[in-house]
Structure formats: C-alpha cells, structure tokens
C-alpha cells in the first residue's frame, strides 16, 4: 500500500503528472526515480530497517508510479499490479462466495472472462446489465450485492454510464463502487468526485501510452479499502517489475500531452468518417449524434483517441483492418502510435457470440485507437483503406 506524499494534491493537473509522487534519490540526488531492481533490502539489525524489507511488500519504483496515479485520479492511495486483469483480480478478492457483483454488460473482454470462467466459479455472482440507463443497476440489485463495476465509456461500444447517478445507487445502498477509467483516463474523468469507491487502470493502455510495458493500478481514497487492498496486494503478490514501473512512471510525465493530440485526432477523424458513406455507424462520445453525447460533456473533459465504426458488411471490415498502414492491425489501445481493430475476433472473441450481437459488437465493426501522430497522415491512411477495401 502506497499512500500520496503531503505535497502530491498541491498542484494542477500537468505539473502533478510530472512530479507527484517522486522524490530526488538519497543517495546521488538523481532527479529521476531510479529502477531499484532488487528483491530485497540489507537490515542494519534484527527489526532495524528503512521501512523496506522484501521487494513484493515494497519497492520505491513502484512507491513512486503508485503515487502518482493516485494524486491524478484525487485519491489517496494507489497500488500497482502486473497487468489491469491482475488488478482486477485483486479487487474481485475484496469478496466472499455468495456475493454479487451487479457489471456493464459491455466491458473489456477480460474482465468477463476473468468474471464468468474464475470467480463465477469460486462462487461469485454477477448480472450483467446495460448501464447506459441506471435503472438497470438498480434492478439488478439483490441482498446479495455488495459491488457495482463500471466501465465508461465501453470498449468498444463507447457507452457511457452516467457516474454521479450509479454513486447515488452505490451510496444509498452501501455498495462498493468500481469504476474502470482506462479509456478515459483522470485527464479527462476522475470517477473518485462522482461517488467511486476504487478506480481500476490498464496502465498498459494511455497511463503508459507507449505499448511498451503491461500492468494495472489501482486507486482509493478509503483508508478502509486501501488496508485490505493492500493486504491482497502483499498476500497474492500480484505486483509489477520496477522496469515496468519506471517506464509508466515516464510515460505519466506527459499524459496531458498526449492525451490533448488523442483527443484532436479523435475528434478529427471521428468527424470524418462521419461523412463517409462506407461508414453505416460510428461510436464517439464527442459527436453531437452519439446517443450520450450530453452525459460526455457533463462528465468528461474531453473524448480521447478511441473511435468504432462499423462497415455493415464483415468481409468489407476484415479486408479495411487489413488494408491500412499507418494504423498498425494490432490488439491494445492507447498508445502513441495508431492502432486498428476487428473487436469480434480480437479482443472481445472470448464474449459469447449471442452477447455480442445484443450489444451491436458485429462482424463488421473496426475500432480504431488513433495516436498523436499528424490528422492529415491518419485520414490519409483511412482514406486509401476505404478504397482498397471496395465501397
Ligand atoms: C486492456 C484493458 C484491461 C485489461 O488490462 P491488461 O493490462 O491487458 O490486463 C481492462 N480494462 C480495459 C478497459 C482495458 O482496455
């Protein structure tokens, strides 16, 4: 368990994504968190130590990145993971057997498949509903639910549950709130204001941002959930290599950055391919017509890189994620490179087929994680796709 340092709520946005968290180094002064690659620390005497004793309890790499997020997102404590399903993992632990979890129906595909085919048998119970309208989770709920988990805006579907109204839900009842905030990122949503109990990160995805390294993060601000978290976290071990921690702690130096061009570029191209005939139907919380289009300028601060379209036709999409160059035919997201995506046989193959269809995942759907390379270059790309995949 990593708790914030006094001084890391001190600033804005920017300058904490740059420095909250990190201290210079003790020993030369190194004004950059050094990688302590090391499992354990020498003990002056029996009990006589720095506060560090064995690298899966402690290490001042992984003290640093947990920091940092945790100042981004407003909580106070923060704890990285080997990857975001591991994160995920040791959230679903904070259960007991005959416990339910009332979940998105559209959430990233591990995190079903960690739900239904692990924990679903070690006896949790889970319903999974469309949060696009609060009176689902409300429905959904039974004396049985101790948690709420909610992914905004959906991979890949990019439907948005308005948070203020499921924390009214989650506080008025006691439930435990848990809000996936990987797409958005806290430069553009910070759940924690709107009721959240836990924040859960794929740091692999935009907190990283350069598909460099795998792992996952979470954030509370409850010194209650932050003990027992940090006790799963130490108890099954699921923890990062300080290489990885050293590597999202510099790429959150320039997450505002990044996530400024995302969000240009997105809006961009979605607006592009909104005139494209090819295209029957386009998913972006930024563009007037996407259904929620109000609830995203209500809660968020921008829309960020990541677009879904879909082709109508499965062969035209197969042969379009195919055609591009720029736009690498890659699975993940949130990178500083443009990615391209065929969600029904990727990263959502482990939905059952009968699902996907009820929430509009088709075979002709493409979901594009654009970069912050030049707009002009990624039309461009898009462009020649559409013409060498026939209209
Ligand atoms: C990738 C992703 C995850 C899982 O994270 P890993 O780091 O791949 O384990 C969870 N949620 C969302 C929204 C994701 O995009």
């Known amino acids: 368990m990593t708790r914030i340092l006094p001084h890391d709520h001190d600033h804005r946005f920017a300058t904490r994504s740059v420095h909250a968290g990190q201290v210079p180094e003790p020993l030369s002064g190194a004004v950059m968190t050094p990688i302590y690659q090391t499992s354990t620390y020498v ?38 993971f080997g990857s975001g399903l591991a994160a995920l993992d040791a959230v679903l632990k904070l259960l007991r057997g005959g416990d339910h979890v009332v979940c998105g129906e559209n959430v990233y595909g591990g995190t079903h498949r960690l739900m239904n085919q692990i ?7 889970f319903t999974f509903v469309d949060m ?42 006691g439930l435990l709130f848990v809000v996936d905030n990987t797409f958005a990122t806290p430069f553009f949503q910070r759940p924690l204001e709107s009721a959240a109990d836990v924040i859960l990160h794929s740091t692999t995805k935009y907190l990283n941002g350069h598909s460099d390294m795998v792992g996952g993060l979470l954030v509370t601000s409850r010194d209650d959930l932050a003990e ?57 919380p930024g563009l007037p017509s996407h259904p929620q289009h109000e609830l995203a300028c209500r809660q968020m601060s921008g829309f960020g890189g990541m677009i879904s379209l879909d082709l109508g036709d499965a062969a035209r999409a197969r042969r379009f994620v195919e055609s591009t160059r ?35 995942l088709t075979d002709s759907l493409v979901r594009l994680s654009c970069g912050v390379e030049d707009t002009e270059d990624l039309i461009g790309d898009l462009d020649r796709a559409f013409v060498a995949s026939g209209r």
């Open 43 to 80: 003990q002056a005497g029996l009990g006589r130590h720095k506060g560090y004793e064995y690298a899966r309890t402690q290490n001042p790499t992984r003290e640093a990145l947990e920091r940092n997020v945790a100042s981004l997102e407003g909580g106070t404590h923060g704890f990285a």
């Open 119 to 125: 924990y679903a048998g070690l006896g949790l119970q």
């Open 132 to 173: 696009r309208d609060v009176a689902n989770v409300e429905r959904a709920v039974t004396a049985a639910t101790r948690m709420v988990y909610c992914e905004t805006p959906t991979n890949p579907m990019m439907n948005l549950a308005d948070l203020a109204a499921v924390g009214d839900v989650t506080q008025a009842r």
């Open 228 to 284: 027992r978290l940090g006790f799963i976290q130490n108890a099954a071990g699921g923890v990062p290599g300080p290489m990885d921690c050293w590597l999202a702690l510099r790429g959150l130096k320039t997450l505002p950055l990044r996530m400024r061009q995302h969000d240009a570029n997105g809006r961009r191209i979605a607006e592009w391919l909104a005139g494209r005939s090819e295209v029957t139907k386009i998913y972006y």
């Open 326 to 360: 720029i736009f690498a035919l890659a699975e993940s997201l949130g990178g500083v490179e443009s990615l391209i995506g065929h969600p029904a046989s990727m990263t959502h193959a482990s939905v059952p087929p009968a699902m996907r269809e009820e929430m509009g």
